[in-house]
């Protein structure tokens, strides 16, 4: 019995990835120039699509820990398993890495401490990033 994967195995283990996130670095300069006005508040972009109704659309989670009141039903709902109880106060922690962005959570919250928010672009190799945890 031949192996032969081996060699392309071990290829794998120690090439870098082909893929970049954002590729921003690899960009004719014009274009750096203006995502760098846009980043500074220079210039706004105009989306090429309709921005989707704010009622149906369905971006990163977010927590109002004041409104909370420790009943776990969002926990109880989430197929993701991306809500965890912190039995020291009583509240929630929501990996974002995790999250499908079904929306029960919010839907079932009975005070409404939970909702989803504009923010959509969350593209990262780390999914337990400090910034995708919403507590």
Excluded at 44 to 54: G, T
Excluded at 111 to 135: C, H, P, R, Y
Aim: proline share 7%; with cysteine.
């Amino acid at each position: 019995m031949r192996f032969t994967f081996i060699p392309e195995l071990f290829r794998q283990f120690f090439s870098k990835p082909f893929t970049n996130l954002f590729p921003v670095k690899y960009a004719p300069a014009s274009i750096k120039e203006t995502l760098e006005k846009v980043e500074k508040g220079e210039i706004k972009i105009v989306p090429p699509v309709e921005i989707p109704d704010r009622e149906t659309f369905r971006g990163k989670i977010q927590y109002d820990k004041e409104k909370c009141i420790g009943c776990k039903l969002c926990i109880k709902v989430c197929p993701a398993k991306a809500i965890e109880f912190k039995e020291e106060e009583k509240k929630i922690r929501i990996y974002v890495g995790r999250c499908i962005f079904c929306g029960q959570c919010v839907d079932i919250c009975p005070k409404n401490a939970l909702s989803q928010g504009e923010e959509f672009l969350m593209a990262d190799t780390n999914k337990v990033n400090e910034k995708w945890i919403v507590e």
